[in-house]
């Protein structure tokens, strides 16, 4: 319709003049595109793929998808290091965990973040997560027999976070589907979902990734007939959406069995299963919806979760970008203007002051920890904190 409104909507174009914003980078620039590639821009490097264009569009235009396309299809440089780096999230974990103590300190002085500013363009100003010394698919593998003892069965999509820096969000999604009478499995093996594969224009890779994650879905959904969450919004949009339409990978016998945490467990409420909550349990929590949490739909799965929490205070945070984009904001030349896309969202958190802001994003959570101080829990863990222990 060329109605402009996706324009409206994009939190680059808000921020950075050099973006040609999602009506021109997207349907606008296809059409030019697809007569001659000379025509393909390199400011599309700017999107960060939130999606927000096409949630907005009232025509159901796959906008970023068609951005996402065109720079998968026509964009000719090599990553950088810096891009390998940080898109290599399964390398570095598997590098990182057994010197997890060494590697947590020494990414936290200011020296080495110089150092990686001037030398990789990672900016100073943004803190790394921490990694564990134990993964978490070390952690469940250990409790098989347990797991396998509950009548009802799910498989796990734990994710790169999960499993190398928070192998507590999944020990609580062990905690809370257990207490509903649900055994959490492994997949046979996980590789990173690819996301950052993707936006860091290493797309062969990720198809690559892709391909031998759904052989390992289709082992848990076809064969064994189990469904499969996942606790990061990230993983599930590019498990059931790039899949097939960037990476061209077919996932139809395996897409709708994919689902976030959040929404089984609610189901499984629906359906007449309970959780016991702690009566002591007093908290205000104010919940951020990522924006592939909003493509989805699915925010409402875990708003719902937390307003049956009897002791809490639930405020729902106004819909808006925190600015990171996975690995977007850890860039020097993205700081700026990832800082200023989550400004907005910063200022609602401090004028709400919550004793925690829940989100379903692990790259949400270290934007907004790093730039309000507040703390920031996957929905997951504040059931399990909240439950009778
Ligand atoms: S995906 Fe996000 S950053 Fe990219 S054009 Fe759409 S709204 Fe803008
Ligand atoms: S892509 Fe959608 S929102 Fe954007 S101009 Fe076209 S019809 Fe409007």
Known sequence: ????????????????????????????????????????????????????????????????????????????SKPKLRDQILASTDFMGTLARPFAPIVNGVTRLSVTKAAMDA?????????????????????????????AA?????????????????????????????????????????????????????????????????TALRKAVVDKGLPVVTTSSSCALTIREEYPNLLGVDNADIRDSVLMATRYIFERLEKGASLNFNPDYHKKIAYHTPCHMEKMGWGVFSEKLLRMIPGVEFVQLDSACCGIAGTYGFKKENYEASQAIG?????????????????????????????????VLNPISILAEALVS
């Open 1 to 76: 319709m060329k109605c402009t409104v996706c324009t409206a909507y994009c939190p680059v174009l808000q921020v950075n003049p050099l973006y040609p914003g999602p009506k021109q980078a997207g349907p606008d620039g296809e059409r030019l595109r697809l007569k001659d590639p000379y025509f393909f821009n390199y400011a599309l490097k700017y999107c960060m793929n939130c999606k927000r264009c096409e949630v907005a569009c009232p025509s159901g235009v796959k906008v970023a998808d068609l951005i996402q396309s065109a720079r998968i299809r026509y964009d000719q």
């Open 119 to 147: 030398m990789l363009k990672i900016d100073h100003r943004r803190t790394f997560p921490k990694y564990s010394s134990r993964s978490f698919e070390f952690w469940l593998r250990r409790r098989e027999k347990e797991q």
């Open 150 to 214: 509950f009548t009802d069965q799910v498989a796990y999509f734990h994710g790169c976070y999960v499993n190398y820096n928070n192998p507590a969000l999944g020990k609580d999604l062990v905690k809370v589907l257990n207490a509903l009478g649900v055994g959490v499995q492994l997949l046979e093996k996980e590789k990173c979902c690819g996301i950052a594969l993707i936006t860091n224009g290493m797309s062969e890779k990720a198809t690559r990734h892709a391909t031998h994650n759904v």
């Open 343 to 375: 400004t907005p969202l910063f200022e609602q958190i401090r004028a709400v002051n919550p004793d925690i802001v829940a989100c379903d994003c692990e790259t949400c959570k270290w934007q907004i920890e790093m730039s309000t101080g507040y703390t």
